[in-house]
């Protein structure tokens, strides 16, 4: 692809830019496939990952899972050889296994730390191989509401998020002086397969505690992610896309 964007700057002044070589987690669906869509609206060249099954049209995609270390080396290296050195990383993979802490087998806790918190992890750990190298890069985590809100049974899964929090803010102090930055978005409820899996009462029950009175749209999600990636001062910052959900944590 050899089109840029048009970026507006804070004077005003329109510049283009050169199309950033995008890779979103779990960009098969949900949140990630959202987040996909507006890069490449933006003009950036977007690779996504997925497990099973096809990738979604549109998209340069790469089987890997997160919690095989092998797989995600094969799938960079696709990346690599298709639209470059990744720029901007969306660790967005997640999953869940709810249950009340005192029935909650090990299993299920190791299962999501595994995905969500080691996967993030081993996905930058392989990303910052190419920022370090072009001194540049856009690492985004993608964390939810509860890992600093809380929610009963959702002991591992806040944990896991509120886990990346730590994870960005370390990198941030790392490698902020080689033009990496990385940030944290905490959506609260949106709109996908993980929440429609909720019981309706359960469902009320959450929009009645959000001042937006309504669950969230991805593209809510897939907005911040662009802002984050554009933004070259923020850094280990956690950005709520939440409807008022959290505020204040
Ligand atoms: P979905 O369940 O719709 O999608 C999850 C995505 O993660 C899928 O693409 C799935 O791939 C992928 N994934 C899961 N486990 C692995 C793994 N081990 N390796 C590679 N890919 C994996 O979830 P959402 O779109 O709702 O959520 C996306 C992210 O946003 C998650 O991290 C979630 O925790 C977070 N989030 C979501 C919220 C919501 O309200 N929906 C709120 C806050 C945070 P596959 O299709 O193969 O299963």
């Given at each position: 692809m050899t089109s840029t964007s048009d970026r507006t700057d804070t004077t005003g002044a329109t510049a283009a830019r050169a199309p950033r070589s995008v890779l979103v987690t779990?960009?098969?669906?949900g949140i990630g496939l959202s987040v996909a869509r507006a890069f490449a609206a933006a003009g950036d060249r977007v690779a996504v990952t997925y497990r099973s099954g096809e990738p979604p049209a549109g998209f340069f995609g790469v089987r890997a899972d997160v919690t095989d270390p092998a797989s995600l080396d094969a799938a960079f290296a696709a990346v690599e050889a298709e639209q470059?050195?990744?720029?901007?990383?969306?660790?967005n993979a997640g999953t869940n296994r709810d249950q009340l802490l005192m029935r909650m087998s090990d299993e299920e806790f190791d299962t999501v730390l595994d995905a969500n918190l080691a996967g993030a992890w081993r996905v930058a750990r392989r990303a910052v191989r190419g920022m370090v190298r072009a001194k540049r890069g856009r690492i985004i985590f993608m964390s939810s509401v509860v890992g600093m809100y809380g929610s009963p049974g959702q002991t591992n899964y806040a944990a896991s998020k509120s886990g990346m929090v730590g994870l960005a803010r370390s990198i941030a102090r790392e490698?902020?002086?080689?033009g990496i930055t990385a940030n944290v978005i905490a959506p609260g409820f949106i709109d996908t397969d993980m929440t429609r899996e909720l019981p309706e009462a359960t469902q009320a029950q959450y929009k009645g505690q959000i001042p937006a009175g309504r669950f969230g749209d991805a593209a809510d999600v897939a907005q911040a992610a662009l802002f984050l990636a554009d933004a070259?001062?923020?850094?280990?910052a956690v950005l709520p896309v939440d409807g008022g959900l959290g505020m204040g944590h």
């Open positions: 779990g960009g098969n669906r470059g050195a990744v720029e901007v990383l969306v660790a490698l902020g002086s080689r070259g001062y923020v850094n280990g």
